[in-house]
């Protein structure tokens, strides 16, 4: 069995690899559009609680909780020296209120469950204590750790992806695709001027992926959201085995090693693919990072990364096929959680690809659903990502 894979970010990764690994014939096609989500994105792995997102996400997180770590070891399996997992342990901080006392009962009552085993330790934090474990915060903040949270660079995760599915025989190809379509299924992609054949094409291509479906009569509902995300630099600090930060009002801070920090991130719809780092983002960005780690104030600004997250007017993803069009698979629109959810999201639609049953229900994220009218109007809105991935 051909399949074509349009879309190399997290998503595309794993659906190329868990495709090849089962033995299918894979092409993945990538256009390298500025500000792919991929690699812009924090790196923060939480499945097990996502704050403000629908009901219906609850499975896929506790799914992709399940999925990452075996992910993870049948990598190093077949010979990935780095796959940027690292589990790190994550504390949500602020000033000691009832608020972290709610959250700690919740997440003690989650882990009662069988499918929460890999949430880990759950500790509530003095005032004094969350510094102790990133130095760069303010000393009167107290905590919430919980030891199963996880730091993954997305980047890495990709490209260890990728060389899993080249591995298993997967090939890739630079350029821009279009569909073709035959009668009333998609029979495969062109690229520069050739056509390529496919049993089955799967639509990966993130915040771009309603463009590539629009001539073939398909209006996927899934728009960009450009995130400025900053990453400073601070010498003399060993910061590889710092936690990651999360706050009440959902901005975020996470350390990487070699004295790196990433703070983030502004969540803007309305600006299409205007590819910038603005003024007003990166005050707002700076602004959250400082009022909770005003140790950060001497980094030195290494970069700003922008990227477009794909996402839908109902927060759910776009996960299935279009009713009277076969061929199709699409697998899109997890918005700010991408490198939480992608490699399930991957493996899931891998299975759909090849004529597989799904292990759960995929009605809520079917991308022909009704959903909410979005409107894409320029209004610049900056605000807190309500998950950091």
Do not use: N
Not at 241 to 263: D, N
């Amino acid at each position: 069995m051909r399949v074509i894979v349009v879309g190399s970010g997290i998503v595309g990764a794993s659906i190329a690899y868990h495709l090849a690994a089962e033995g299918a014939e894979v092409l993945t096609v990538d256009g390298a559009d500025q500000g792919q989500a991929t690699a812009a994105g924090a790196g923060v792995v939480f499945p097990w609680l996502l704050r403000g997102t629908p009901p219906s996400m609850t499975a896929l997180g506790l799914g992709a909780a399940e999925h990452y770590p075996r992910l993870v070891e049948a990598l190093v399996a077949a010979g990935v020296d780095d796959t940027g997992y690292v589990p790190v342990g994550g504390i949500t901080v602020a000033e000691d209120g009832p608020m972290l006392d709610e959250m700690h009962d919740a997440l003690l009552r989650l882990r009662e469950q069988p499918q929460m085993v890999g949430l880990g330790e759950v500790e509530r934090l003095a005032p004094g204590e969350p510094a102790g474990a990133f130095p760069v915060l303010r000393d009167d903040l107290a905590g919430l750790y919980v030891s199963g949270v996880v730091r993954v660079d997305g980047r890495r995760m990709r490209d260890a992806l990728a060389q899993a599915a080249a591995a298993h025989g997967a090939e890739r190809r630079s350029g821009g695709a279009s569909l073709t379509v035959a009668g009333s299924g998609v029979t495969g992609v062109a690229v520069d001027g050739e056509t390529i054949g496919a049993d089955a094409v799967v639509v990966a291509g993130g915040a771009w992926s309603r463009a590539l479906c629009e001539p073939i009569g398909v209006a996927l509902p899934v728009f960009p959201q450009r995130g400025q995300i900053l990453h400073l630099d601070l010498p003399g600090h060993d910061t590889g085995s710092w936690p990651i930060i999360r706050t009440l009002y959902e901005h975020y801070l996470l350390a990487f090693p070699g004295g790196r920090v990433v703070a983030g991130a502004t969540r803007e719809s309305g600006v299409g693919f205007d590819h910038r780092v603005t003024a007003r983002g990166l005050h707002k960005v700076l602004t959250d990072a400082l009022a909770i780690a005003p140790g950060l104030d001497d980094g030195t600004v290494a970069e700003v990364r922008v990227g477009f997250r794909p996402l839908s007017p109902d927060g759910a993803p776009l996960l299935g096929g279009i009713d009277g069009l076969d061929g199709l698979v699409v697998a899109t629109g997890l918005g700010p959680i991408g490198l939480t959810l992608g490699p399930y999201l991957g493996a899931l639609a891998a299975d759909l690809a090849l004529g597989r049953d799904a292990p759960l229900d995929l009605t809520p994220y079917r991308p022909d659903r009704p959903v909410p009218h979005h409107s894409d109007r320029p209004d610049h809105t900056v605000s807190d990502a309500s998950q950091s991935s």
